[in-house]
């Protein structure tokens, strides 16, 4: 760990526009939250679909520079994509734009856990119900 | 102080900037205004080198009431604990092999204890009690009849608990046991009498009090008991302790910085308790911030606070401008949790999020609010961002 | 210079006086111009820190045309030796315990070599042929199956004779041995090019080349069979081979002297060669005098004289306010004969006598010229002293 | 040894006006010289007798400063006394006045050597010889 940050993740520390929850209301909402024991990390990520479409995406996380910046690069990435870009590996990609440490791989990977399990909710949630998110 | 200082450097007990009188003194030596030369040289040059090293010594010899002819030069305190610890163990290893030392202790020595147990040595690591003092009973049970060798340092530098030594020394030299303490973070800081405390080896390093980094030294109690191995083979310079060429504007940084902290023990003192007193009022109404190590038998210059639901390395990100460590700076860049704070009871969580405040002589009241407002802010920012659960699963 | 001078220092190869830009670097260093910090801090002030070392080891990695990754900073050369040849041993101790050596090598290493004996490990000790070059014969019939390593310096402190270091390394690699070099008198003076160069380990140290004192490194080659055990234990610094808190105004000034030393070699060894000439053409003609080592593969920078009749102390002392060396620097205190002239093949009586001059890149013609005169004036004094029965009975 | 003469060695090492030999002639000369193998010093004293007295001392010597100015300061002592004043122990005294590392004392008692044979030599000289020296 060289305790350098690049300026881009200094950016998205210092001034996450993704973080925070989502208000229950108007669209389909779901929220999931993942997390690793070995060194205590977390990642909630919750979601409007709207279309099939993520129409906000929020995150909140427990976690070091690193893992906050890349979930917030990752919310904004995603927002306004259909929900199956939640399954896309995304994470080597975000390592490499911020430079991330590769020892924090392990806690870099939450970020698709908690994707994956939410377009999980988000597409059962359709197929199983409402059908407007698939017009 | 404006409102938005480029740093406000609060990580003393990492390093210390020089004291403009030393940095002045060192390079008065380096440009050979009083001559330069290799202390071992018998010419002019250099015996004028031999002069200068043996004034620092004189002047560190006195900051610590003993004869300059009981210290030996090292290259900062690891080498010295290295050297006390290593040295000792294997001089009396035909004797025994049994050593005591504390779960807190810096790695230093930690680490030289632990190295020493892979060569078949045998290491008690005694628990501190809940503030971080030695359990003076613990100690005595530790005691076996092959112990040759106990290492507890004078001021722990994560929490600043201070230990007694007095009453260690005295149970050790009861038995017959040598006594080694890293004192890194308190000579210069806090008094230090080597007359009157029944210590046989004390490491020291200039750095942590306003002298330079890479000088240091090892303090061997005049007694017949009290003998080592070096660490280091070579010309004959420290008596044989420690070979290699004196580093004499090192030397002469060094002897300065204890002439003035001699003369300014007190008043320091003084400073750190109003300052640490300053940033605590500041920091214990935020929720959630706990102290780490007691108030009673603390040295001032130091405060360590945890706070639950905050992430460490993000806490001391959004600090910034502010220089504080997580844990001890030799630590800093494996991001392990403080073993420190883990022996002293701390959970995994409250332990990660600790942050060390620490000052340094020229520390204004000022530059603490300002650490203050930031700590506050940080959290407040990193509350927006942290799920609260992280509090919850603690 | 005038007549008189205050003093002429030409003990060069003792240690030499830093360079006025490394003072100054190193000045600016502690007086926190680029910050100040420890370099194992993550905040701020730890990066500057460590960007600052890590410069001066990028600036050292490019004199010796190696990868940074591959130094690691000591306190000097006497460590280096140390932890090269201790750790190298230790870490190979189950695959065998011989070392092959020198005799004519500095103390940091025989001293490290002859811990080694008194641990049970074997070593061969090679003479020198008679200009004090290895015997490369004799080094290939010195292998044997359980050799681990070869320690054999660069340049010797004494006579600067040069050893052949490809030779050496490529009958090492050969073998599958480890090949350690003491280059302390070679770094920043000679050329030194460790990607051409089949060396494992070596070992410099900054005031031999105008650093400062007290800071130096060791190479490892970026190879998997050049592995050792640390020294010191502690923090992860340095690839947990040498932990400690950096020395960065150190590092720093080392930084600068080999900048210093990369761009101004040819010139300081042509004004090497040429003081050399001069102060031999000087001393030749003087009764007596005998040159110690080849001339050929020597270093210019160092010219060793024996004299028949005149005892070396009281030569010494009667060259004042020349400043140069009996034997090295570190003997100088024992009063010990060089134990590196008698490897040569000199009776005890010229050893005693051997008087070392060394030059360094301020050195000028008139001091050389000075010293020449004060030589034949001191010797012409001492020989109305000195009986002539001591010329016949050596 | 700590290398750093006292003035007085400096003063007798630069100037030592005894150093030398005695021309043969006029009053009654003998002279004496001594070594030590370890170090490899050497003394030679030499003294014109006369009327029991020591007229002129000189000395060579082979050794370090210490040695040498110690010569030269014990010749400068006994030089005017009678012959038997070479048998006194001067050597602890002239070590403490010149500060000689204890280490060399055994360069030192060379002094004492020397100067004890050389005064048999002038005292046997004058018992079984010319008794111009005993009036
Ligand atoms: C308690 C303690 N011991 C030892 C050390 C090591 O000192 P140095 O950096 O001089 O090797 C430190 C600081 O780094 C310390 O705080
Ligand atoms: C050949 C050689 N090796 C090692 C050393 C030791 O270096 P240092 O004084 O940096 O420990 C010296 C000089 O003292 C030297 O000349």
């Known amino acids: ?135 | 102080m404006n409102a938005s200082p480029d740093m406000v450097y609060l990580d003393h007990a990492a390093t210390t900037p020089p004291d403009p009188a030393v940095v002045d003194a060192m390079h008065r030596s380096l440009s050979g205004e009083s001559g330069f030369g290799n202390p071992a040289s018998t010419h002019v040059a250099g015996r004028r080198a031999r002069a200068a090293v043996e004034q620092a010594r004189a002047r560190l010899a006195a900051l610590l009431h003993t004869d300059p002819g009981n210290l030996v030069w090292t290259s900062g305190a690891t080498e010295a604990d290295n050297l006390a610890i290593l040295g000792a163990a294997r001089l009396r290893a035909h004797r025994g092999r049994h050593l005591i030392t504390m779960r807190t202790e810096h790695k230093a020595v930690a680490d030289a204890c632990a190295a020493l147990e892979r060569q078949g040595f045998e290491v008690t690591w005694l628990a501190p009690e809940r503030h971080g003092r030695l359990d003076l009973t613990a100690l005595e049970q530790a005691f076996r009849d092959d112990t040759q060798l106990v290492s507890i340092m004078h001021v722990n530098n994560e929490t600043g608990v201070i230990q007694d030594l007095r009453a260690i020394g005295e149970r050790c030299r009861d038995r017959n046991v040598l006594f080694h303490c890293d004192a890194a973070q308190s000579v210069g800081k806090l008094p230090v009498d080597l007359s009157a405390l029944p210590v046989d080896l004390l490491s020291m390093t200039a750095h942590k009090f306003h002298g330079p980094q890479g000088i240091g030294a090892l303090y061997l109690a005049p007694r017949p008991e009290c003998r080592i191995e070096p660490l280091l083979y070579g010309g004959g310079q420290e008596r044989r302790l420690r070979p290699g060429t004196l580093p004499v504007h090192q030397a002469v940084g060094m002897g300065v910085a204890a002439e003035l902290a001699a003369a300014r023990l007190e008043e320091d003192l003084r400073h750190y308790a109003r300052l640490n007193e300053r940033l605590w009022r500041g920091l214990e109404s935020i929720e959630g911030v706990v102290r780490n190590g007691g108030r009673e038998h603390a040295f001032p210059g130091i405060l360590n606070v945890s706070i639950a639901g905050i992430e460490g390395e993000s806490l001391l990100l959004a600090l910034e401008p502010v220089c504080v460590a997580r844990g001890s700076a030799c630590n800093a860049q494996s991001g392990e949790p403080s073993h420190v704070l883990r022996a002293l009871g701390r959970s995994d969580h409250l332990a990660q999020s600790a942050i060390r405040f620490s000052f340094g002589r020229e520390t204004t009241e000022a530059e603490v609010d300002f650490a203050c407002r930031r700590y506050a802010q940080a959290v407040a920012h990193l509350r927006t961002i942290m799920p609260a659960t992280a509090v919850q699963a603690a």
Do not use: I, W
């Not at chain 1, 990520?45 to 976690?63: H, I, T, W």
């Not at chain 1, 430079?99 to 924090?104: C, G, L, R, T």
């Open chain 1, 1 to 135: 760990m060289d305790g350098a940050y690049s300026d881009e993740v200094r950016r998205l520390f210092a001034d996450p526009a993704h973080a925070g929850d989502l208000p229950p209301g108007g669209s389909r909402t779901a929220s999931v939250e993942v997390s690793e024991s070995a060194a205590g990390c977390r990642v909630r990520l919750s979601a409007s679909g709207n279309a099939g479409r993520l129409s906000a995406v929020r995150f909140r996380a427990f976690g070091c520079p690193h893992l906050l910046a890349a979930a917030e690069a990752f919310c904004a990435e995603v927002e306004g994509q259909p929900v199956t870009a939640l399954l896309a590996r995304r994470v080597p990609a975000l390592m490499e734009r911020l430079a991330v440490p590769v020892e924090k791989t392990g806690r870099l990977l939450l970020l698709e856990d908690a994707a994956k399990a939410l377009a999980r909710e988000l597409l059962e949630d359709s197929s199983d119900g409402t059908n407007d998110t698939q017009t």
